[in-house]
């Protein structure tokens, strides 16, 4: 089992910054890959960005150049940093742990709201 907490969402102006974090705890060593995923209001939840155990990154086109996903080198936590933020960036973030042998493992959610 892995347990996922998120912090660090909140209200930003257009173009401000904010970092998450996703503190995992369990069976921390036997994640694959985390990652970020977003939901806006109506819309289906996406793939912001992921990080393998081995440091590979990818993000959606959306957010590359913007967002950043790292980790300390201990693999916990996961952070998402979110520069130039767009109002279309407002939705509840979810942190996720994909373990090959169990699955997915989700975060509770964390609000971000890009707004002026």
């Known amino acids: 089992q892995v347990q996922l907490v998120e912090s660090g969402g909140g209200l930003v102006q257009p173009g401000g910054s904010l970092r998450l974090s996703c503190a995992a705890s369990?069976?921390?060593?036997?994640?694959?890959?985390m990652g970020w995923y977003r939901q806006a209001p109506g819309k289906e939840r996406e793939l912001v960005a992921l990080?393998?155990?081995?440091?590979?990154?990818n993000y959606a086109d959306s957010v590359k150049g913007r967002f950043t996903i790292s980790r300390d080198n201990a693999k916990n936590p996961v952070y998402l940093q979110m520069n130039s933020l767009k109002p279309e960036d407002t939705a509840v973030y979810y942190c996720?742990?994909?373990?090959?042998?169990?699955?997915?493992?989700w975060g509770q959610g964390t609000q971000v709201t890009v707004s002026s």
């Open positions: 990080i393998t155990s081995g440091g590979t990154t």
């Open positions: 369990g069976s921390i060593y036997s994640i694959n890959y």
């Open positions: 996720n742990a994909y373990v090959r042998t169990m699955g997915n493992y």
